[in-house]
């Protein structure tokens, strides 16, 4: 590879004069490709937990949370420094990936060793061959990593889309096949493996990004030294969040069995669906966007406020939807042998309704390298809901569930108001994003449960969608009286017309 043809790969000059096209036509791909995206994961789920048993989806949530941490450990941050960082070269990035590499070898090897251990703790044997298989799949994600933040620093999303989709697909046949053939939990083994390694493969052959042998030197070492003080914080803050946010996982599964795991994995798994359909692709859209503007903090106000919006536009109310429908929702989805889930699903509802308010943070931490306060903050969030989750155990998975609501609600403000001490971003600022979908969902979702008897059939799914129609109507509705209504939903307008409307050089910023 040429120095020139490999120093396109790092080069963010043309974003810098053009950054908020790429910004508009990056978030507007995530969300076009959301209802392919929402088909294939629901008619997955669907098909897949009517083809299964509660204790096969458990014995997966058994083993998943190992991976959360070897993933919130994998690469100590590097990945997203590499796509944070305003200069980047040859050397640089090299260095990052054999660095990486040695950790992220020494993080599976560890994994699969322990595969047993994990096995003893939750009394199931299966468990070691469900590690070793989840970890192939893992291994394949660290071999990619850099090839995937090099995507990403060149805000090529479309592309990335592309190959999230593709995979989707893939492991969604692969699965529905194995349970078919009556491979039982191997299905959901193989869906997610599939799903990884087709993924890192792609990243690979469209990335034409290689590694050359590192050579050491001062310049190198300082470059990587500091990228590593970046990541190791950011790091920290992962390792610790998840381990607060998925001990009710693991507490459930060892003072209950994998039918109780199941049952609260598929609740958990719905609850957080309108969130994570938004808020991880517009992360790396968010964090190429704003690293860019960090320094600029009225051009980085502006971007918060635009990107914030469409996350709580969405999530907000399509959570309160599932808070009031929760019953209907679960029968439509996966069926009626997981009724038992319905109250577990309503209160995660609440919960990640509140914490998407403190999960944007993320965005602010890391766009503008502030991940060491990050890391104080887990210090913090960490044991408050590791207390609650072992105060609710004591109930079943119904405590730990009220247990992980409550944590979440008595940190959500604190939590937003210490990111936003030293940002750039203040509460007027935030507030003007969350207010109006708030207020929209909260009336939209009241008038909803007082006229559902209004709103019946016998069919199932005409009754649903009787109910979401009018829901999305009352919405909208008081989404557009509330004040600035029509002002924001022009905005929005406006800013698809410019990806068609800006054809290059240098844009304005957006109001």
Same mark, same amino acid.
Request: proline share 4%; hydrophobic share 50%; aromatic share 14%.
């Given at each position: 590879?040429?120095?020139?043809?490999?120093?396109?790969? +790092?080069?963010?000059?043309?974003? *810098?004069?053009?950054?908020?096209?790429?910004? !508009?036509?990056?978030?507007?791909?995530?969300?076009?490709?959301?209802? @392919?995206?929402?088909?294939?994961?629901?008619? *997955?789920?669907?098909?897949?937990?009517?083809?299964?048993?509660?204790?096969?989806?458990?014995?997966?949530?058994?083993?998943?949370?190992?991976?959360?941490?070897?993933? *919130?450990?994998?690469? +100590?941050?590097?990945?997203?420094?590499?796509?944070?960082?305003?200069?980047?070269?040859?050397?640089?990035?090299?260095?990052?990936?054999?660095? %990486?590499?040695? !950790?992220?070898?020494?993080?599976?090897?560890?994994?699969?060793?322990?595969? #047993?251990?994990?096995?003893? +703790?939750?009394?199931?044997?299966?468990?070691?061959? $469900?590690?070793?298989?989840?970890?192939?799949?893992?291994?394949?994600?660290?071999?990619?990593?850099?090839?995937?933040?090099?995507?990403?620093?060149?805000?090529?999303?479309?592309?990335?889309?592309?190959? /999230?989709?593709?995979?989707? @697909?893939? %492991?969604?046949?692969?699965?529905?096949?194995?349970?078919?053939?009556?491979?039982?939990?191997?299905?959901?083994?193989?869906?997610?493996?599939?799903?990884?390694?087709?993924?890192?493969?792609?990243?690979?052959?469209?990335?034409?990004?290689?590694?050359?042998?590192?050579?050491?030197?001062?310049?190198?070492?300082?470059?990587?030294?500091?990228?590593?003080?970046?990541?190791?914080?950011?790091?920290?803050?992962?390792?610790?969040?998840?381990?607060?946010?998925?001990?009710?996982?693991?507490?459930?599964?060892?003072? *209950?069995?994998?039918?109780?795991?199941?049952?609260?994995?598929?609740?958990?798994?719905?609850?957080?669906?309108?969130?994570?359909?938004?808020?991880?692709?517009?992360?790396?859209?968010?964090?190429?966007?704003?690293?860019?503007?960090?320094?600029?903090?009225?051009?980085?106000?502006?971007?918060?406020?635009?990107?914030?919006? #469409?996350?709580?536009? +969405?999530?907000?109310?399509?959570?309160?939807?599932? &808070?009031?429908?929760?019953?209907?929702?679960?029968?439509?989805?996966?069926?009626?042998?997981?009724? /038992?889930?319905?109250?577990?699903?309503?209160? @995660?509802? $609440?919960?990640?309704?509140?914490?998407?308010?403190?999960?944007?943070?993320?965005?602010? =931490?890391?766009?503008?390298?502030?991940?060491?306060?990050? &890391?104080?903050?887990? @210090?913090?969030?960490?044991?408050?809901?590791?207390?609650?989750?072992?105060?609710?155990?004591?109930?079943?998975?119904?405590?730990?569930?009220?247990?992980?609501?409550?944590?979440?609600?008595?940190?959500?403000?604190?939590?937003?108001?210490?990111?936003?001490? &030293?940002?750039?971003?203040?509460?007027?600022?935030?507030?003007?994003?969350?207010?109006?979908?708030?207020?929209?969902?909260?009336?939209?979702?009241?008038?909803?449960?007082?006229?559902?008897?209004?709103?019946?059939?016998?069919?199932?799914?005409?009754?649903?969608?009787?109910? %979401?129609?009018?829901?999305?109507?009352? =919405?909208?509705?008081?989404?557009?009286?509330? #004040?600035?209504?029509?002002?924001?939903?022009?905005?929005?307008?406006?800013?698809?017309?410019?990806?068609?409307?800006?054809?290059?050089?240098?844009?304005?910023?957006?109001?």
């Amino acid at each position: 590879m040429t120095q020139k043809s490999s120093q396109q790969h +790092f080069n963010t000059d043309d974003l *810098s004069a053009n950054l908020k096209q790429k910004s !508009i036509r990056s978030g507007m791909i995530t969300f076009a490709s959301q209802p @392919l995206k929402l088909v294939l994961g629901i008619g *997955s789920t669907a098909v897949l937990a009517r083809l299964l048993t509660p204790g096969d989806f458990g014995l997966l949530a058994m083993a998943t949370p190992v991976f959360l941490l070897v993933d *919130s450990l994998s690469s +100590f941050g590097l990945e997203t420094a590499v796509v944070q960082k305003d200069f980047l070269d040859q050397q640089q990035a090299s260095a990052v990936f054999w660095r %990486s590499l040695k !950790i992220n070898t020494l993080l599976i090897g560890i994994t699969v060793l322990f595969a #047993p251990l994990v096995a003893m +703790f939750y009394h199931d044997a299966r468990l070691t061959g $469900i590690v070793l298989g989840l970890a192939v799949g893992a291994f394949s994600v660290c071999l990619a990593f850099q090839h995937n933040s090099l995507l990403k620093r060149q805000m090529r999303f479309g592309t990335l889309t592309i190959i /999230e989709l593709v995979a989707l @697909l893939l %492991s969604t046949i692969a699965a529905i096949a194995a349970a078919l053939v009556g491979w039982g939990y191997w299905a959901l083994v193989l869906q997610l493996s599939v799903m990884q390694v087709t993924q890192s493969i792609a990243q690979w052959w469209i990335c034409d990004w290689r590694p050359s042998k590192y050579i050491k030197d001062d310049n190198s070492n300082t470059e990587l030294d500091s990228m590593l003080s970046y990541g190791k914080h950011l790091t920290g803050f992962r390792f610790l969040t998840r381990i607060g946010m998925h001990l009710d996982r693991v507490l459930i599964g060892y003072v *209950s069995n994998a039918n109780a795991l199941g049952l609260y994995y598929i609740a958990y798994k719905w609850a957080y669906f309108p969130f994570e359909q938004v808020y991880f692709p517009m992360f790396d859209v968010a964090v190429s966007s704003l690293s860019r503007v960090q320094h600029d903090p009225d051009l980085y106000r502006s971007y918060s406020r635009h990107g914030l919006m #469409p996350i709580f536009a +969405f999530c907000l109310p399509a959570l309160a939807y599932c &808070f009031v429908e929760a019953r209907n929702v679960i029968l439509l989805l996966v069926g009626e042998q997981w009724l /038992e889930a319905v109250p577990l699903f309503k209160l @995660l509802a $609440i919960s990640v309704y509140v914490v998407s308010m403190y999960r944007v943070t993320k965005w602010l =931490y890391v766009s503008a390298g502030q991940t060491q306060r990050q &890391f104080r903050w887990a @210090l913090i969030h960490t044991p408050v809901m590791i207390v609650a989750v072992v105060i609710g155990a004591k109930w079943g998975a119904y405590g730990v569930a009220m247990g992980y609501m409550i944590g979440t609600c008595l940190l959500t403000y604190p939590a937003v108001n210490y990111c936003l001490k &030293f940002s750039p971003l203040g509460w007027s600022d935030f507030m003007g994003a969350i207010w109006r979908p708030f207020v929209a969902s909260i009336i939209a979702a009241a008038c909803l449960y007082f006229s559902r008897g209004l709103i019946t059939s016998d069919r199932l799914f005409l009754e649903f969608l009787g109910r %979401s129609i009018t829901y999305g109507l009352i =919405y909208i509705a008081f989404w557009l009286l509330l #004040p600035g209504g029509w002002r924001s939903t022009l905005e929005i307008v406006k800013g698809i017309k410019n990806i068609k409307g800006i054809k290059g050089g240098v844009v304005k910023p957006p109001n």
